[in-house]
């Protein structure tokens, strides 16, 4: 049987119509969630992971609008919803977690006041039930001694506590889809593991989530399925399996060699060479072509498209076929 999909997104397309020219952030991008699973969509700064987790909420900032493409949740396209229907879903159905967990919390009021308004915003409780759920939260983001901690306010927390009081509160309303968009970035890598080993824990509860990160190595032990995307485009999608054995796409290649902790063979972590491309006038072709060190002619006339090269696994590089038969002599 297929895997059922929670979210479909088609040929996503959303821009950014500044004064310098129109940005585009998220050129086309076509990706699915399946039940349960988390899917990691990588890609280096400025590639349009956050800018599609704003859309999938559409809650993209001014001067950005989606022009076009399908972001069907559980069925509807979240495209033809009006804003009330929005908010319905926003939190409930589909919550989000940002790189920056202070901005969601109010400096004025204690956590647990913040948690339990969530709560009730959504849920028919009362205070003293809110609460219970709110001190229930926090044991499940696995906060030591929930009852005393949960009276705190943010000035008394570290970076870390902010960060699971963050997802405690996006998981406040059950949701069935949560983005995490970049959880771990910045936190010290202690905080950061315990964080990805909570979010390992989370996938037990069965919701689907897309892990969000410009590190390979934060989603090796966490996604079931990778998407990598580079400049508003997709290049390769796979298990998490084939992309950290047998990555086709030179682009995810050059990912991993850039993971400072990834178990495959590797000597020193590489800084990729060149920088993204800025967005408003775009390379022809593939986008990466002129950061490739295997770009023929070709690459910068031709938009590749993704093709599955073997089951479950997709590349958009018109050399993918050529660098699946040669893995052994293609070297990087
Ligand atoms: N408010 C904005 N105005 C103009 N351009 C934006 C805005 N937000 C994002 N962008 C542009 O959209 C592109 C994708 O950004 P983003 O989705 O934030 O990347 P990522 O999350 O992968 O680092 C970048 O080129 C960025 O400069
Ligand atoms: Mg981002």
Redo the contacts with the bound molecule.
């Keep these: 049987m297929a895997p059922r999909e929670i979210l479909k997104i088609e040929n996503l397309t959303t821009y950014?119509y500044?004064w310098a020219g129109v940005?585009k952030?998220?050129d086309g991008i076509s990706l699915d969630v399946r039940e349960g699973e988390t899917l990691g969509l990588v890609?280096?700064?400025?590639?349009?992971?956050?800018?599609?987790a704003?859309s999938i909420l559409r809650i993209v900032?001014?001067?950005?609008r989606i022009i076009g493409g399908k972001i069907i949740y559980k069925g509807e396209n979240l495209l033809e919803k009006t804003e009330d229907e929005m908010q319905q879903i926003r939190g409930k159905e589909i919550a989000y977690i940002s790189q920056d967990p202070a901005t969601s919390l109010n400096p004025v009021f204690s956590i647990a006041d913040q948690l339990t308004e969530v709560i009730r915003r959504h849920q028919n409780v009362t205070k003293e039930e809110a609460l219970k759920k709110a001190i229930e939260l926090f044991r499940l983001v696995e906060i030591a001694d929930p009852e005393i901690k949960i009276w705190n306010y943010p000035h008394q927390l570290s970076g870390g506590m902010k960060q699971r009081i963050a997802i405690a509160r996006a998981l406040s309303c059950q949701p069935n889809l949560l983005l995490a968009?970049?959880p771990t970035t910045n936190l010290d890598v202690t905080i950061q593991a315990q964080i990805l080993e909570l979010m390992k824990n989370l996938k037990k509860l069965g919701m689907s989530m897309i892990l969000?990160t410009?590190d390979m190595g934060v989603v090796a032990g966490v996604a079931d399925r990778i998407n990598v995307?580079y400049a508003?485009r997709v290049c390769e999608v796979a298990s998490t399996k084939t992309i950290f054995r047998n990555p086709v796409h030179p682009y995810s290649r050059a990912l991993l060699e850039a993971v400072s902790h990834v178990t495959v063979k590797r000597v020193q972590p590489k800084i990729i060479p060149g920088a993204?491309p800025?967005?408003i006038s775009p390379p022809s072709g593939c986008r990466f072509h002129p950061r490739c060190d295997f770009a023929a002619a070709e690459c910068a006339a031709v938009v590749p498209q993704l093709v599955e090269i073997e089951p479950e696994h997709y590349v958009a590089c018109i050399r993918a076929k050529e660098f699946m038969e040669n893995v052994k002599e293609v070297k990087l």
């Design positions: 950014f500044t940005v952030a998220v890609g280096e700064s400025g590639s349009g992971k956050s800018v599609t704003l900032p001014m001067p950005g968009d970049e969000i410009h995307m508003g993204i800025n967005l």
